[in-house]
Structure formats: structure tokens, C-alpha cells
């Protein structure tokens, strides 16, 4: 887990040895595949136990509530996510403001599309320090695309480059969150690597477009 995986203190009892270190990893790891297949609502301790073949009572001398595993589950999803995006931008060519935001909106839509719904699930407010990782990844991946596209600025036509990829980060971001939630409820036919080629052609005609306002 990341740094803010929260500690014995919150209700989580990290391991010490490497038999309880497998353990727990089996339990994250049924907690996830269910969260990501039946939701929140179905979510309780008795079927992440049943999923691991290990017992509640295992799952309780980790975590103290439902709660507290949720959070562990939050901040392992979260931070896989922003390791997969800073990763796949550092490694991917960037000739140009087009590729720079390609990059980022092919590997945020790759990594929203692997976890399903879980994700607006995650990044939705709840409790204090669990809102807290939510809002703090979506801050993380913010920064990604300025990153990304900042060394870009100059191809940017709009009246206030800054202002513009901005907008265009919140946008972006947001777009994948909101695509998540309703996919299922809503399909539209199209799969993620065309949904992410046509997002990014209308990210880049914007950015790339003088504004017609003054």
C-alpha cells in the first residue's frame, strides 16, 4: 500500500511475518474481485472470507470493521491506478501535444475500464481520511496530464494555454469517472480504446483551437 494506507491506530493491523503478508494479500485480493462484481451493497466481511478460504475471524484480526477494509481496498485500488498512469506516461513517446494527451487519456481509460465500477465507487465522498484518498488521487492524476502536457504549451491556440489544459485535465478525468458509473445502466456500443481515440481527438481540437469568444 501507499504511504497513506491506514495504520494499526484506524482500525488495520499490518502483518509481520510473510505467511500473514500472504494472507493478507488473499484477502485483498477476494475483497476486490467482489467489490468489482457485486458492488458496495453486497460487500460484507462473511463473502470476502468465503472468497479467500479463509475464516471472518481472520479477515477481523486485519481489520476491525467492513470499514477498515474498504479503506485498505480504496488505497490499494487508487494507488495501483496512479502507478499505472505515471508510469505508462513516462514510458510512452510524446512528440507532440497530441501523443502527450493521448498517452494519458488511453492509459486513464485502460485503468478505469479494469476496475470496472468500482472506481467512481472509490473516488465518491464518504468518510473523512477515506474521502481524503479519493480526492487526493484524483489531485494525483491531475497533475499526470499537467505533467504531460505542460512541455506542450506553446501548440496550445487557446487565449489562456494554463486555463485551457486545466479544463482540459477536469474534463478528462471526470469523463472517465462518469463513464464508469453509468456503462453498465448505459451502454453505448463503444469500447474503451475508441472511446479514448475520439476523447482525445476532442481534447486536442480544443486545445488546439483559438476560441471563437473574446
Not at 488473499?26 to 474481485?33: D, N, T
Not at 453486497?42 to 477481523?60: L, W
Not at 494519458?104 to 474521502?131: C, E
Request: charged share 20%; hydrophobic share 45%; aromatic share 6%.
Amino acid at each position: 500500500m501507499s504511504s497513506s494506507a491506514t495504520p494499526a491506530s484506524a482500525g488495520f493491523r499490518p502483518p509481520q511475518q510473510a505467511r500473514s503478508r500472504a494472507v493478507l494479500e488473499k484477502l485483498l485480493v477476494a475483497a476486490e474481485e467482489i467489490l468489482a462484481e457485486q458492488g458496495f451493497e453486497d460487500f460484507t466481511i462473511t463473502a470476502v472470507a468465503e472468497r479467500s478460504k479463509t475464516s471472518v475471524g481472520a479477515v477481523y484480526r486485519r481489520f476491525d470493521s467492513k470499514e477498515k477494509l474498504v479503506a485498505a481496498l480504496k488505497d490499494r485500488i487508487l494507488t495501483r491506478i496512479e502507478s499505472e498512469v505515471g508510469n505508462a506516461i513516462r514510458m510512452a513517446p510524446q512528440h507532440d501535444l497530441a501523443s502527450a494527451v493521448s498517452a494519458f487519456v488511453h492509459i486513464l481509460a485502460s485503468s478505469f475500464s479494469t476496475n470496472g465500477q468500482v472506481v467512481p465507487n472509490l473516488l465518491a465522498p464518504s468518510d473523512g481520511a477515506s474521502s481524503e484518498r479519493g480526492l487526493q488521487a484524483i489531485a494525483t492524476l491531475h497533475r499526470l496530464f499537467l505533467d504531460a502536457v505542460a512541455p506542450r504549451l506553446g501548440e496550445i491556440h487557446r487565449p489562456d494555454p494554463m486555463t485551457a489544459m486545466i479544463l482540459a485535465s477536469r474534463t478528462l478525468i471526470g469523463a472517465c469517472i462518469h463513464r464508469s458509473a453509468v456503462i453498465r445502466a448505459l451502454p453505448d456500443g463503444i469500447s474503451w480504446q475508441s472511446w479514448a481515440d475520439q476523447l482525445t481527438d476532442m481534447t486536442v481540437q480544443y486545445l488546439t483551437s483559438p476560441s471563437a469568444s473574446t
